[in-house]
């Protein structure tokens, strides 16, 4: 009678000491605790990494040390429930879905359970974040604040589960491992047994192509390595011995790709061919061989890509059950939602086309430019409506592609933001993030964004991710709208009075800005904002750009950029190309800002300054974007009007090779020169030899003329287009090659 009377005591006390009357359990009472964390007989991996970090959290949250026990060593003590504990069985929640989890409170117990995967790990992080006001904005130690008491309401029931069953957002903080787990994020490396741009995995190339070319595409007449002939027998048997041996060395993968390469190159096979008439396009074979695979494994899951070529559905064959359908939105602009920009109305078309004949879909997304990481690209306010509209379309999951490993603009915000509207596409985190990351900076850092979004949509000017802030100096990134942008930065630094920490993150974020301006002017050259000043009737470099170019690339390494763009420059690359830049002597061309006439338009993609491209006294380098007068399909015809007859014993310009992009040096160049504008008489050509073989690199080649001190006002250079792209370079229908000149010096 007495032992039972001590034990309804303490059993008072308990309950006490773990509720207030205000109806919340105190978990921590003046830095003590009377709660045992407890862990279901036989936990699991998750089930005990779960209760270790909630362990570890509530340790430095509150200074108090909570025990973990097995279930069956409980006795009437409060406690936190971790997993499938036969306590928490009580809550009629039914049956949790993959990856979701509940939180819940009874009069003196805190439970926290998880359907299957890390569910309740998330359910741990979710309660230290929510609850208990912990926050992990960036790859870098939570933060904990502290306080000998800590309480939770009672009576509380927080079920959660994922608006997305695959969340990918491919920036730097998500490889970190504690950062993936604590947003719910996912790595492909980690669901996927092969991913991606598969064909050469399954059947490289270099391994059959020489012995076995019938495996490979029929394109132009040739078997060519671009992509895999489809309806060759021996192709599926390879395939499906190459998934045999995978799946057996990786069971756990939960899916496999079975994917074209990124390009064209389909096969026209008579056989191949005939399917893809039949199904409207090369997505017919493709979606033909998966399922036809995958037959194969029933019990796994297989992806593919419906990028390009195969971007639209098949007219008859649907994806079976066991395939998945990762669709890209890659052509669309940014400025403006992907459910209302005209940019995306036929990634809408096929959305929707592909949604009639499959419930699983995933989408590849895009929210970086590939060709300048660090350009300023403000799709912020479109992350959450893209991803409701994705949701109500039935999409199961997201990868969305940022800038990798390497830092790129907002990428600290946009993983945030991303992984929390991937979890709860309704969620309202953007203030919390800013004023939580950036402090007391947080306003200005709202309005810089804003003011970035403004003057995107006030300009009109589409938001490419390939494009180039070169090209956006006349719009949102104006010299005058760098101004505003820059005050407003000013302003942010300034609000973090001398904060170390916050200051360089408001530096970070001003990168893009400085990137954008040393860009430009490289394209102003000897105009206003350019790197060039005027000197003694020549140009020099301006003495402030050097020490500039080298503050901008030690910033670059502190922040973590590792290249500049997708391939591209690494921050020591970028400052050797400076260099170079830095080192050439300004060459006093006859034709200096001359007007010049074209036969054939430049890309409007790829504007540069026009026409007066040739005549502005600056050199190309590597990127084709800048500084080159690009023509597409067509030869270079261009007439350049000296002013007056003028003696000219020399001319010399560069053209750009650049395969990947389909450029090619001119098969042919020919310069003619006339006193009237009319009548033109060739005095120089050159016959330019082809590339022998594949070749990817990019080079700039420089041809020099010698005339024998001609007499002429008008100078016409002719680089004739290649009619033909190399038999190695496939392309897809209508592609032609282009050529690119820099500049035409006249000397």
């Known amino acids: 009678m007495f032992r039972m009377m001590h034990c309804l005591l303490l059993f008072m006390t308990l309950l006490t000491n773990c509720h207030s009357p205000s109806g919340d359990l105190n978990l921590v009472v003046n830095g003590t605790t ?68 509940f939180i819940a409170t009874d009069n003196q117990h805190l439970y926290i359970k998880g359907g299957g995967g890390k569910g309740v790990l998330y359910g741990v992080y979710t309660l230290l974040e929510t609850y208990f006001g912990c926050r992990m904005y960036a790859d870098a130690p939570a933060l904990v604040p502290h306080s000998t008491n800590l309480h939770i309401q009672q009576q509380l029931m927080d079920k959660q589960e994922p608006a997305f069953i695959y969340r990918e957002t491919y920036y730097p903080p998500a490889f970190d491992n504690e950062y993936l787990e604590w947003h719910k994020l996912h790595r492909f490396e980690d669901l996927w047994g092969l991913w991606g741009h598969s064909f050469f995995k399954l059947i490289p190339p270099k391994t059959y192509f020489s012995t076995h070319p019938e495996y490979y595409a029929l394109v132009n007449g040739q078997r060519q390595a671009t992509q895999l002939c489809l309806s060759n027998e021996q192709v599926f048997n390879i395939t499906v011995d190459y998934f045999r041996k995978a799946i057996a060395d990786n069971p756990d993968a939960l899916y496999w790709s079975i994917a074209a390469e990124d390009g064209g190159g389909f096969c026209t096979c008579d056989q191949c061919s005939k399917i893809n008439k039949e199904e409207g396009g090369p997505s017919g074979s493709l979606i033909r061989f998966v399922n036809r695979v995958a037959a194969k494994f029933p019990s796994q899951s297989f992806t593919t890509l419906a990028y390009l070529n195969t971007a639209k559905p098949p007219l008859h064959t649907k994806p079976s059950d066991n395939v998945y359908i990762m669709l890209s939105s890659i052509d669309a602009y940014r400025q403006d ?15 929707e086309a592909w949604g009639a004949i499959t419930g699983n879909l995933f989408l590849w997304d895009y929210t970086t430019q590939f060709t300048n990481y660090l350009a300023p690209f403000p799709d912020y306010n479109n992350l959450q409506p893209n991803l409701q509209y994705l949701l109500s379309k039935k999409v ?188 050439r002597k300004w060459i006093n061309s006859l034709a200096f800002q001359a007007p010049v006439k074209l036969a054939n338009p430049y890309s409007e993609e790829y504007p540069a300054k026009k026409e007066k491209t040739l005549t502005d006294g600056l050199q190309g380098d590597k990127d084709f974007s800048t500084n080159w007068l690009f023509i597409y399909g067509k030869d270079l015809v261009a007439t350049i009007d000296l002013g007056k007859v003028k003696t000219v014993k020399e001319v010399q310009m560069n053209f750009l090779q650049d395969p990947r992009h389909y450029i090619f040096n001119p098969s042919d160049i020919i310069i003619e020169t006339s006193d009237d504008g009319v009548n033109f008489k060739s005095v120089s050509s050159q016959q330019v030899s082809a590339l022998a073989g594949e070749d990817y690199d990019v080079k700039i080649n420089n041809f020099h003329f010698q005339l024998p001190g001609v007499g002429t006002r008008y100078i016409r250079v002719t680089g004739k287009c290649l009619t033909d792209m190399p038999s190695w370079r496939a392309a897809g229908p209508g592609k032609k090659a282009s050529v690119c000149c820099d500049e035409v010096f006249v000397l």
Request: neutral net charge.
């Open 337 to 351: 939602p992907l459910s209302t920009t005209p940019s995306a109305a036929a990634f809408r078309k096929n959305l």
């Open 34 to 101: 009377r709660y045992v964390i407890v862990l279901p007989e036989g936990a699991s991996k998750t089930e005990i990494n779960a209760a270790n970090k909630l362990q570890d959290y509530l340790k430095r949250l509150s200074g108090a040390s909570f025990k973990i026990i097995n279930e069956t060593a409980l006795t009437l003590q409060p406690a936190i429930f971790i997993g499938n504990t036969g306590h928490a069985e009580k809550f009629n929640t039914g049956k949790l879905k993959n990856e979701s989890f």
């Open 396 to 583: 199961k999951g997201v990868f969305s592609q940022g800038s990798g490993e390497t830092y790129g603009d907002m990428e600290f915000f946009n993983t945030y933001v991303q992984a929390k509207l991937l979890w709860n596409p309704a969620a309202d985190i953007t203030t919390d993030f800013l004023d939580g990351y950036y402090g007391k900076a947080g306003t200005f850092m709202a309005q810089y964004m804003q003011a970035l979004t403004t003057n995107l949509h006030n300009t009109k000017a589409p938001l490419d991710i390939y494009g180039n802030p070169v090209n956006n100096f006349k719009d949102y990134l104006s010299a005058e709208a760098i101004d505003q942008y820059s005050l407003l930065l000013d302003k942010a630094e300034k609000a973090v009075d001398g904060n170390k920490t916050l200051l360089t993150r408001v530096y970070n974020a001003r990168l893009p800005l400085e990137y954008t301006v040393l860009q430009q002017s490289r394209f102003f050259g000897a105009e206003k904002y350019g790197y060039l000043i005027p000197e003694n009737g020549t140009y020099i470099v301006n003495p402030r750009w050097p020490v500039r170019v080298q503050k901008f690339v030690a910033q670059c390494k502190d922040a973590g950029v590792k290249e500049l763009s997708e391939g591209g420059l690494s921050p020591d690359a970028y400052q050797q190309e400076w260099n170079v830049i830095f080192s």
